[in-house]
């Protein structure tokens, strides 16, 4: 092994994070997305599977479908997974922590209804985990101000925020997440295409950690390099055809009740041609509203736009409302269930967080060790 001390750190990187939503690098991970879920079909125990959710509100169908049901499907796959309800991140860009309390709480019954299993998937909070934070620490020893501020994420949740300054916090958001994704040494990470800047960062951090600071087992890099895993899931607009988001109001949320949900569906944005057809390209509204009773009645969305016919935007309604209640019912039920017991919930959070403590420390004393601060 060479003597890491005597190693340059080559910044060969600020291209790769401009470039990582680029299309060519895009179709990549999509394909080698594919790949990766080929080998896990084959054999889950090569993987160690990280993701997280920032509980800013509740979940809703978007997030249901474009990524929460493939974290279940992973799971019953096999592979170990990690989810992290990143409590730090919403703080980024907001003064005081809100309803957290609530909201973290909120979030864990949604997953634990839609069926992640807290005896195969540690689920746990970011300020309840010490030896992630710290890594923060030597992590933004590796890293510069001109490349976070490249970010293309960071610079567009700061667009979001309207006039407010960036804060401390926000800039270094993207090292902070590779904390979150290194401390438990993941190498596979679900997420959505605006993250991959995330990634690509967190993979520069483990490669110059290990350029810079050197190793312990001179036979592997303290950190795996981390890969993207895009989801082939559809996405689900909001019901004005928009992208689903709290904000906009046009979100069914996962936990809302049958009546609500027929409300909102009422309200939803058709068009005025009578005759249902699927056509996402030029009736983006009436295709979203198919795929979604799609997604939930696994019938293909022509088919279902042939049943319609002539029914116009009424028909198309009554058939979307009945499909979601149908689908979400037994997990609507669930999470009812596990809401009326907050006292369960902390039980389940304490031992996700106790046993992301213990990975953790251990990560962090192999830290210390290949940086010779152990005392
Ligand atoms: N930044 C992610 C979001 O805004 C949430 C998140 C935090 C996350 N830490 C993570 C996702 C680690 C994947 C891996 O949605």
Redesign the pocket.
């Known amino acids: 092994m060479s003597d890491p001390q005597s190693v340059t750190v080559t910044d060969t990187t600020g291209d790769d994070l401009a470039q990582s939503t680029s299309d060519a690098s895009l179709r990549r991970t999509e394909a080698r997305s594919a790949e990766i879920e080929a080998q896990i079909a084959k054999d889950p125990s090569g993987f160690r599977v990280?993701?997280?959710?920032?509980p800013t509100g509740n979940l809703h169908l978007g997030h249901y479908f474009g990524s929460l049901a493939n974290r279940v499907r992973i799971q019953d796959a096999g592979v170990e997974t990690y989810i992290?309800i990143?409590d730090y991140?919403v703080i980024t860009d907001r003064d005081g922590t809100g309803p957290i309390h609530e909201r973290v709480l909120g979030m864990l019954a949604d997953y634990l209804a839609i069926g992640l299993d807290p005896a195969r998937t540690t689920i746990y909070a970011h300020s309840a985990v010490p030896a992630l934070n710290q890594l923060l620490l030597p992590f933004l020893s590796l890293v510069t101000d001109a490349e976070l501020r490249r970010n293309p994420t960071v610079k567009a949740e700061l667009d979001a925020t309207g006039d407010r300054p960036m804060s401390g916090l926000l800039l270094t958001y993207p090292v902070h997440?590779a904390a979150?994704?290194l401390f438990c040494k993941a190498n596979l990470?679900p997420?959505g295409k605006d993250?991959l800047p995330?990634l690509e960062q967190t993979r520069v951090v483990a490669r110059r950690f290990d350029e810079r600071y050197g190793r312990v087992d001179p036979a592997r890099p303290v950190f795996p390099q981390a890969e993207a895993l895009l989801s082939k899931a559809s996405t689900v607009l909001g019901l004005d055809g928009t992208k689903m988001s709290k904000t906009k109001g046009n979100v069914i949320e996962i936990g809302m009740d049958a009546d609500t949900t027929a409300k909102l569906i009422r309200k939803a944005v058709t068009d005025s041609d009578r005759h249902i057809t699927y056509d996402p390209a030029n009736r983006p509204e009436v295709s979203n509203l198919l795929m979604l009773a799609s997604l939930c009645t696994g019938r293909d969305p022509v088919e279902i736009a042939d049943a319609i016919g002539d029914g116009g935007g009424g028909g198309l309604k009554k058939l979307v409302t009945e499909a979601v209640n149908e689908f979400f019912a037994p997990i609507r039920a669930r999470r009812v269930e596990l809401a009326a017991d907050p006292g369960h919930l902390l039980d389940v959070l304490r031992r996700g967080n106790a046993h992301a403590n213990e990975v953790g420390d251990a990560t962090l004393a192999e830290v210390r060790a290949a940086m010779n601060m152990v005392y």
């Not at 990280?50 to 920032?54: A, I, K, L, N, P």
Request: charged letters at 20%; zero cysteines.
């Open positions: 990280m993701t997280g959710d920032r992290l990143a991140q997440q979150d994704i990470v997420v993250q995330h």
